[in-house]
């Protein structure tokens, strides 16, 4: 059940709620419309309409549990922080309930840009709240290590956000046999490095000779605007949002991967989902140069590391790529074999475990 997500998010739907229905279970999925689709996965979907924020957060929240009663559900598994306060009145109807914590909610709320100095106090004690909230659930599930460090390790299992493999991730040519290029994936802001992706893209010497395939939402109007006045704008392929599958296609189009998330609380303990998809794609990553995400790339030699405010940095490690076809190749082949280790499969069968346990109980 989410509030917040669309009904074709890629953890909520076609990894967690899809698993689910191919194990049998009879899954039912709140989430907000959208215009996308999504392969048959055997999950009905109730769509709930589209609210901003304040609406999405108080009337939104309220369909959402309306209709997860509805579904006559025995179990509920909740997606966003903002549908807690429904923990205890499901538990009193005799519901068992998975939080799912996507995110280290404390730690985020200080990267937030709506919050300033002024209210960024009262924000964290509600994320606090929030997480204490959570802790009434029969069972958290985390995305990450750092996340389940704040719940008592008897009842938090860590479920990653793993891509699923796909048949034409194994199809896909060798790095350095694809035409040269860069490509992002995913939501487009300031914090995910949007700037610093554009202005690599129009600085580099070897600008003219390719491109930045540029897939995702971006963020708000302003920052088009922003991003197309830029001179790097000229040599972006935008594609706007696109389809998982689409989505596939287009990272195995190219050779690189650009994964500069700013260094912003959130983003520094995070495993990106596009990482281990560029991996799945046989794709050389070029990433920020955060702890995690180092031991990762220098533990499977597959990608560069770069200091992810700096165009210039990023510049150099593709310059570097376009000069050295046969590290590109290396890398390349490296995330190819990586990728084995991140996948979906592995964390379906632990998903799977807790629900077996939480039902039998």
């Known amino acids: 059940m989410s509030s917040a997500h669309p009904w074709t998010d890629n953890r909520v739907h076609l990894r967690e709620a899809a698993s689910l229905a191919s194990a049998g279970y009879s899954v039912s999925l709140i989430a907000v419309d959208s215009d996308g689709t999504v392969p048959e996965t055997g999950v009905r979907v109730v769509r709930l309409p589209k609210r901003r924020r304040l609406n999405r957060v108080t009337l939104g929240t309220l369909a959402a549990v309306v209709a997860g009663l509805r579904t006559r559900a025995s179990v509920f598994h909740l997606h966003d922080p903002e549908l807690v306060w429904s923990v205890p009145l499901l538990r009193l109807l005799g519901k068992k309930v998975i939080y799912d914590a996507h995110e280290d909610l404390p730690t985020q709320v200080l990267g937030k840009h709506y919050a300033n100095q002024k209210v960024m106090p009262a924000f964290i004690r509600l994320a606090l709240i929030v997480v204490w909230l959570s802790k009434f659930s029969n069972h958290v599930i985390a995305a990450t290590e750092t996340i389940a460090a704040r719940y008592n390790p008897a009842r938090v299992t860590v479920v990653h956000n793993y891509p699923k493999g796909s048949a034409s991730d194994s199809r896909a040519a060798p790095a350095a046999e694809r035409p040269f290029g860069a490509v992002y994936v995913g939501a487009i802001d300031v914090n995910r490095g949007a700037l610093q992706m554009v202005d690599a893209a129009g600085s580099q010497a070897t600008a003219s000779q390719w491109k930045l395939e540029l897939a995702g939402p971006i963020a708000d109007d302003s920052l088009r605007k922003r991003l197309e006045l830029r001179a790097g704008w000229a040599h972006v392929n935008f594609h706007g949002q696109v389809s998982p599958s689409d989505a596939r296609l287009l990272v195995a189009s190219v050779p690189i991967g650009l994964v500069v998330l700013q260094s912003t609380p959130a983003y520094l303990d995070s495993l990106p989902t596009k990482m281990f998809e560029y991996m799945s794609a046989g794709t050389a990553i070029i990433a ?50 990586a990728a084995k280790s991140f996948t979906w499969a592995q964390e379906e069968s632990v998903l799977l475990s807790v629900y077996e346990r939480l039902i039998c109980r």
Request: charge should be negative.
């Open 288 to 337: 920020s140069d955060f702890p995690l995400w180092r031991d990762i790339i220098e533990k499977h030699n597959c990608g560069v590391l770069v200091d992810e405010t700096s165009v210039e940095s990023i510049t150099a490690a593709i310059d570097r790529y376009a000069s050295d076809p046969d590290l590109l190749k290396l890398h390349g082949n490296n995330a190819r074999k």
